[in-house]
Each structure stands twice: as structure tokens, then as C-alpha cells.
């Protein structure tokens, strides 16, 4: 491989969240955590000499989106998602969630309803809350270690008078769903009949395996008079500490009432530093992008294997995108508190619980595999040997993950 995603980025003495909410334990074993969602190796060496040439220039003033911006853009939507858009539909602005926020004060009013579909992010329900807007969960149904949406549910959920706007979340964190076109279709066509906004979080959009494809949801028949698109180099770039995302809205009205809102919210001038990273990450970061995903997929195979070979019991839900592995416990017969106190006190295997996901999440994981092999390799080690004493296991050879 050309780059290295062995090495193990140092994040001690950084004030790293991901870090710094490490259990002492883990850290003391020589662990690290699989909570979040960023990597644990650094991200691009074209972004790294950007932000070096940047800060060695020394000047770190207001920055406005200039044709170099805009054109990396546009080539890296072509070139990597198929998606062919106009400079116009472009909004910049501080982030994801906060223009889910902005998106849910301009096409909604305190009470009005917002639909997602957990197990999802727990974040959409908080931003939601904190609007003074109401959850409406359309719960996603599961059926031998895949996931569905529930039309049925999701249109009766449409057609209640209050709600206003979906919040779809594709590729799909964390059961790490790819939503197919037909899937996307049915969603547009709904979408369209009820008069709903649809707000579709596609920051994992590049992160894809086993020759899916993140179908843009604008790109879906009937879906640009209603859809709100979320780009940024925060997955793929492993770019989550800049709060930054390049919203994409073909509707005028929809933008122009967008953007009135992202004005009210205040918006100056992009980060300087962010600049310089989106155009070197768009404009020559893709070979990097190829090979983490290579490794990862690697990753991932690792530890489907693992489970089938010596914990037959643990299921894991069919992974297509995002470097999330969403792991089903149930068959131990563990409560909640039970399987998180095995495996972070007994393994010193530190994952994010299920039920923070929402309804559908209980006796599940999320793992986070954009990590060196080693660490991998290690965890799954100590976690074998912990099922093991418990007699979780089927069969065991020591000394091998494998």
C-alpha cells in the first residue's frame, strides 16, 4: 500500500473527545476505543501538506469559497458520486447538524413533527428536541441480520397533519445500510404526495463496500423540489473536528429560504484552514480514499469471521457502507447493562450501546473498524478470551484471531 493505516494517530494531550471518554482500563491495556465515528490512523498526506502550506503562510483571514473551491466541489461529486451539480445549489456552511437545525426553523414550526428512522444517529432526535419540534420515529424493521424501511409506517407517519420534514440518513449510521434507488424512489414518491422536506444526511455517501453505491437522493426522480443534501470531508476525511458541510439544494425556494435562515443563524466566511483541505482533498485525494477503503473492508471481513468462527451467537448486521459495524448481542441473553459491563470490564472492549440509537437498538453495538489491524486484532483477542471464561465461545485457538 502507498499509505499508512497501521500507525496508530496520537491522540493524547489534544483534547480529544474520542480520547478523552476512553475508559482508563482500555487505555492501560494498550486499547482504544471503537466509540464515534472518525479514524484512528491520520487522514490524507495531501490534506496534511495543505494545512502545513497553509499555516506556514501565516495569514488566517476571512475566507470566502473562490472558483478553486466551488471546482473541487463540483469534480469530486462528478468523479466520486456520479452526481452531476450546478455551483448555484451549493450552500456552505458550520456543519451537518447545525444545518439540520437551520433546515428545521426555516420549513417548520415549534410542535411540528420530524420523522427518522432508528436505529439512527442519536443526534437527529436532540436537534430535533432542542427546536421544540416532535420526534416521529418510523422504527426500521429487521429481518435475518438486514434492515427495511417500513413504508406502510412511513406513510402513516407523512400523512399526519404536523409533520413537516424527514431527516434520512444514507448511507445509514449505524446499521450501515446503502438505500437502494427503488428504495429512494418510494421515499420521493411519498415524499411528494404528503409535501414533506427531506433533509438527506449523505456524509458517509463515499464510504461504500462490495460494489454498492450511494445513490444521491436528488438524483432520484422527483426528488429535487423537495430534498436537502449533506456533503462534507468529515467521514471519508476523517475531518470531524472542522465544523463545516457544502449543502446541495437544486430548488430555489427551498435554497433561498434555506440560506435566509443560515443568515438569521449567522454565517461570516469559511475556515481558512478548511479551504485548504477540501480542494488538495478533492482534487487529489481520491487514491488515498481507495486503499482506506481496502483496509477497512479488510477490517471488517476480520471481524464478521471472527464472530462466525467463535461466537456463532453474535450476529452482525449486513454492512454496505460507512466503516460502522452494527453488532447483534441478543443471543447471549444479556440485558443492556450486562453485555456493556462484559465487554468493557471483562474484554475492555469499549463500543457505543444500542440504545442510544433509539427503538431497535437494545443488545446491539456500534463498532467503529477505520482503525489499525493491530489494535483490531488485539481487542478481538481479549474479547475471545473473555467469552471464553464465560463460555460465550463454541471452539478457541489460542494465540489467533483468525
Not at 429481518?143 to 412511513?154: I, K
Not at 428504495?183 to 414533506?196: E, R
Not at 444526511?201 to 449533506?230: S, W
Not at 437498538?361 to 489499525?372: H, I, K
Request: glycine letters at 8%; aromatic letters at 10%.
Amino acid at each position: 500500500m502507498k499509505y499508512d493505516f497501521d500507525t496508530l494517530a496520537d491522540r493524547a494531550n489534544s483534547g480529544n473527545m474520542k480520547y478523552l471518554e476512553t475508559p482508563d482500563a482500555v487505555l492501560q491495556a494498550g486499547g482504544v476505543s471503537y466509540c464515534g465515528a472518525e479514524m484512528d490512523f491520520k487522514t490524507a498526506p495531501v490534506i496534511i501538506a495543505a494545512l502545513k502550506k497553509k499555516a506556514e503562510n501565516g495569514l488566517y483571514g476571512y475566507t470566502i469559497p473562490d472558483d478553486d473551491y466551488w471546482n473541487a466541489i463540483l469534480h469530486w461529486m462528478k468523479t466520486r458520486r456520479d452526481f452531476e451539480i450546478s455551483k448555484d445549489w451549493i450552500v456552505p456552511t458550520y456543519g451537518t447538524l447545525q444545518s439540520i437545525a437551520a433546515a428545521i426553523r426555516a420549513f417548520s414550526v415549534e410542535g411540528d413533527g420530524v420523522v427518522i428512522q432508528p436505529p439512527v444517529y442519536l443526534l437527529y432526535s436532540k436537534v430535533i428536541e432542542r427546536n421544540q419540534r416532535s420526534v416521529v420515529n418510523n422504527p426500521l424493521i429487521y429481518e435475518a441480520g438486514s434492515y427495511r424501511m417500513d413504508f406502510a409506517g412511513l406513510e402513516r407517519a407523512f400523512a399526519q397533519k404536523q409533520t413537516k420534514i424527514m431527516i434520512l440518513c444514507n448511507p445509514h449510521n449505524p446499521i450501515g445500510k446503502v438505500w437502494d434507488e427503488e428504495t429512494l424512489a418510494k421515499v420521493a414518491k411519498l415524499a411528494n404526495q404528503y409535501g414533506i422536506l427531506v433533509i438527506s444526511d449523505e456524509i458517509f455517501a463515499e464510504i461504500v463496500f462490495d460494489h454498492h453505491h450511494t445513490v444521491p437522493y436528488m438524483k432520484v426522480p422527483g426528488a429535487e423540489q423537495h430534498a436537502i443534501v449533506a456533503t462534507s470531508l468529515g467521514k471519508v476525511f476523517n475531518f470531524t473536528g472542522f465544523a463545516h458541510s457544502n449543502i446541495i439544494i437544486a430548488s430555489e425556494p427551498i435554497r433561498k429560504l434555506f440560506v435566509k435562515q443560515r443568515e438569521v443563524d449567522h454565517y461570516g466566511s469559511i475556515n481558512p484552514f478548511l479551504r485548504a483541505a477540501l480542494v488538495a482533498a478533492y482534487e487529489q485525494g481520491g487514491d488515498w480514499v481507495d486503499e482506506m477503503l481496502a483496509y477497512v473492508n479488510v477490517n471488517v471481513n476480520l471481524v464478521k469471521d471472527f464472530f462466525k468462527k467463535h461466537l456463532p451467537k453474535v450476529n452482525i448486521a449486513e454492512l454496505q457502507g460507512t466503516y460502522l459495524i452494527w453488532i447483534d448481542w441478543n443471543g447471549l441473553g444479556l440485558n443492556e447493562d450486562e453485555l456493556i459491563g462484559f465487554l468493557k470490564g471483562e474484554a475492555l472492549l469499549d463500543m457505543d450501546r444500542g440504545s442510544l440509537f433509539g427503538e431497535g437498538g437494545e443488545g446491539f453495538t456500534r463498532m467503529n473498524l477505520a482503525t489499525p489491524r493491530k489494535q483490531l486484532e488485539e481487542s478481538l483477542e481479549r474479547l475471545l478470551h473473555a467469552a471464553d471464561r464465560r463460555g460465550f465461545t463454541t471452539s478457541i485457538q489460542r494465540g489467533s484471531v483468525i
